[in-house]
């Protein structure tokens, strides 16, 4: 297949040094907000970087659930294939694409595990059923030998959790947050003359602005 032909004029939007917010965290709630009233589907959901000691990149989608004074925080499977490669290097990236408003988001920061508490608390917040889907998904991203062993071990816990009530959060289960050091907002512009304005900061609080070259 040869896409060389196919091409979009982006002119939806710009973005301007000048008028950017003093925080990052403002223009990411700001663009968070818009991309919802413009019904993007899905628009938390974030392509996650990882790079383990093999120095081989691993990314995947996961679930953005809450933008914090410091950083962005989602759940997953502290085992997981990303689990390890986080234990090995405590850096990470994640990204935005929204096609309806022409716009990428990339934040890049350290990455450690929230409060076990906290990770409680949303974990029993969850639909009954995809909590048992975390027990069932241990180790997640380790071999399954078919899908019916998959099916029998939810139905199998499924009925356990039904008779005791609440499903206990796995200590395997909880989330990540990464703490900002830079985010770049990236708006669409014909041409290919992109605005792109990156944000970094040293100690979190005060925060210098750049424009990139598209
Ligand atoms: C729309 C979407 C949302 C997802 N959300 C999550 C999530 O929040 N947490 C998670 O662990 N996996 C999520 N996944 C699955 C991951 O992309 C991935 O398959 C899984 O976490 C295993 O990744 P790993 O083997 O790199 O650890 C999501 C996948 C999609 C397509």
Same mark, same amino acid.
Not at 3 to 32: I, N
Not at 95 to 114: M, N
Not at 175 to 196: C, K, L, P, S
């Given at each position: 297949?040869?896409?060389t032909?196919?091409?979009l #004029? @982006?002119?939806?939007g710009? %973005?301007?040094?000048? !008028?950017? /917010?003093?925080? /990052?965290?403002? %223009?990411?709630?700001a663009?968070?907000d818009?991309a =919802?009233a413009q019904?993007?589907?899905?628009? @938390?959901?974030m392509s996650?970087a990882?790079c383990?000691i093999?120095n081989?990149?691993?990314?995947? =989608?996961?679930l953005?659930?809450e +933008?914090?004074?410091?950083?962005?925080?989602?759940?997953?499977n @502290?085992e997981s *294939?990303k689990?390890?490669? +986080? *234990?090995?290097n /405590?850096?990470a990236?994640v990204?935005?694409?929204w096609?309806?408003?022409e716009? &990428?988001i990339?934040i #890049?920061? $350290? +990455?450690?595990?929230i409060?076990?508490?906290k990770? *409680?608390a949303y974990f &029993?917040?969850?639909p009954h059923?995809?909590?048992v889907?975390?027990w069932? !998904? &241990?180790?997640?991203s380790?071999e399954v030998?078919n899908?019916?062993?998959?099916?029998?071990?939810?139905e199998q %816990? &499924?009925?356990? @959790?039904s008779? #005791?009530?609440?499903v206990p959060?796995?200590e395997?289960?909880?989330?990540y947050? =990464?703490?900002?050091?830079q985010i770049?907002?990236?708006?669409?512009?014909?041409n290919r003359?992109?605005?792109r =304005?990156v944000y970094?900061s040293?100690?979190?609080d $005060?925060?210098n602005?750049?424009?990139l %070259?598209?």
């Amino acid at each position: 297949m040869d896409f060389t032909d196919q091409r979009l #004029s @982006y002119e939806k939007g710009v %973005l301007d040094q000048q !008028s950017v /917010p003093e925080s /990052p965290f403002d %223009l990411l709630k700001a663009w968070m907000d818009e991309a =919802i009233a413009q019904k993007v589907q899905e628009p @938390y959901a974030m392509s996650l970087a990882t790079c383990g000691i093999d120095n081989k990149p691993s990314v995947r =989608i996961v679930l953005m659930r809450e +933008i914090t004074e410091t950083g962005v925080v989602f759940y997953t499977n @502290y085992e997981s *294939a990303k689990g390890q490669d +986080i *234990a090995e290097n /405590p850096n990470a990236e994640v990204l935005f694409f929204w096609h309806e408003l022409e716009r &990428q988001i990339r934040i #890049s920061g $350290s +990455i450690a595990k929230i409060d076990a508490q906290k990770s *409680a608390a949303y974990f &029993q917040k969850r639909p009954h059923d995809s909590q048992v889907g975390a027990w069932v !998904s &241990q180790p997640q991203s380790g071999e399954v030998t078919n899908r019916e062993v998959m099916d029998q071990t939810f139905e199998q %816990l &499924q009925s356990d @959790y039904s008779n #005791s009530g609440e499903v206990p959060t796995p200590e395997f289960w909880g989330g990540y947050e =990464i703490t900002v050091e830079q985010i770049e907002f990236w708006q669409g512009r014909a041409n290919r003359m992109h605005d792109r =304005i990156v944000y970094t900061s040293e100690n979190g609080d $005060s925060w210098n602005t750049k424009r990139l %070259l598209p």
